[in-house]
């Protein structure tokens, strides 16, 4: 008896939250509760069904979100070292670089004062040649008109130019000594009877002179023509390393240049990529963590919808016997409680709370 007056005490306020004035006699008010409370049972459940397709799109988004976020983060920790490492590879190429560019300059500065002291000694040993090669040719010529002048008789020789240059070579020249004593006596000698007897042996000395002098000259001419050539290819040894050195130097200063973009362009990737990892792991720390709030919230919700529920359907069931349609006409208030206003919400409240009092069984 205790159930149904729970029940009873529940119906009442409900009879009055749907009853006027004019229709709170009508046969059979119950009824109208009853489908009142299966409006309700109804709604509560389409109510559930909508929570039910939010909720699920929201695990759906920690299951796929969450994995997402996972393979971010192991992509970022793959590529980190990578990045680290390039980034080493990177900066120690540009060391190295940096180092050969000082060394090609080096070579290139070594090369340049090479070719100055090469250029500045031919231009020396070219003077010198041109001095010893003009001497030569001076003297040659000079013995070949002696020679000449001696072979001839011709007298007054002795006064001449030629003579000056004899007596200059009889000196500085090599000779045997009988050989230099013969051209001295004949320089000393006048224009007398000893003039024609010796003029034989001197032609003869001075044709050997001649001919030495003559072989020295070809000797310095072939030493010059080997001195130029070598010196020529020297300069374009020295010309190809300093054009190497300088394309080397070029070369490389571009390299560094990109690689100094690359290296710059890595060390922003690599902060941007840990900061993001970073972010991803905080963002998925924070997912997992609503989400699993959200779980128990929704545990929760779907525990005391059920209650509601059942609350309803009991109420439903028990309004719907015949002992309570009985006991509820005979104990209905008048017209004072049928002019309570009582909500769906403060209606669900009210099953809930009769379900759950002490006497309820």
């Known amino acids: ?26 046969a059979n008010p119950i009824r109208k509760v009853v489908t009142m409370l299966q409006q309700m049972q109804n709604k509560v459940t389409a109510e559930g069904k909508k929570e039910k397709e939010l909720f699920d799109k929201f ?46 300059q080096a070579d290139r500065v070594e090369a340049k004062e090479a070719l100055a002291k090469a250029t500045a000694l031919r231009e020396k ?18 013995m070949g008109k002696a020679i000449t002048a001696i072979d001839n008789g011709a007298s007054g020789f002795l006064q ?11 000196i500085e020249m090599e000779l045997s000594n009988a050989d230099r004593d013969q051209i001295v006596s004949f320089l000393s000698a006048g224009s007398g009877s000893g003039y024609a007897p010796a003029s034989g042996q001197i032609s003869g000395i001075l044709k050997q002179m001649k001919e030495t002098m003559e072989a020295d000259l070809a000797e310095a001419t072939a030493d010059e023509n080997k001195g130029i050539a070598n010196f020529d290819a020297l300069v374009a040894a020295k010309e190809k390393e300093i054009d190497a050195a300088t394309k080397a130097v070029e070369d490389k200063l571009t390299r560094i240049g990109n690689l100094g973009v690359e290296i710059a362009t890595m060390k922003e990737d690599l902060d941007d990529t840990a900061k993001a990892m970073l972010e991803d792991k905080q963002f998925l720390a924070d997912l997992e963590k609503s989400c699993s709030t959200k779980q128990a919230d929704w545990d929760i ?60 069984v």
Do not use: W
Request: net charge negative; aromatic share 4%.
């Open 1 to 26: 008896m205790v159930k149904i007056h729970g029940y009873f005490a529940l119906a009442l306020p409900l009879v009055a939250a749907r009853e006027n004035a004019e229709t709170q006699h009508a």
């Open 59 to 104: 695990m759906c988004y920690c299951t796929t979100g969450a994995d997402d976020l996972a393979n971010s983060i192991n992509s970022a920790d793959t590529k980190i070292p990578q990045v680290e490492a390039a980034l080493k590879e990177g900066e120690a190429t540009k060391l190295q670089l940096e180092a050969d560019i000082k060394a090609h």
């Open 125 to 142: 040993e070219a003077a010198a040649f041109a001095q010893e090669s003009g001497d030569f040719k001076t003297n040659v010529a000079a």
């Open 160 to 170: 001449t130019s030629g003579a000056s240059v004899l007596r200059k070579l009889s």
């Open 301 to 360: 919700r779907c525990k005391t919808r059920t209650e509601e529920l059942l609350a309803l359907a009991d109420t439903i069931k028990m309004l719907n016997d015949d002992d309570a349609l009985e006991l509820f006409k005979k104990t209905l208030p008048g017209s004072s409680l049928l002019q309570i206003q009582v909500t769906n919400k403060q209606a669900r409240g009210m099953a809930l709370a009769a379900l759950r009092a002490p006497g309820h």
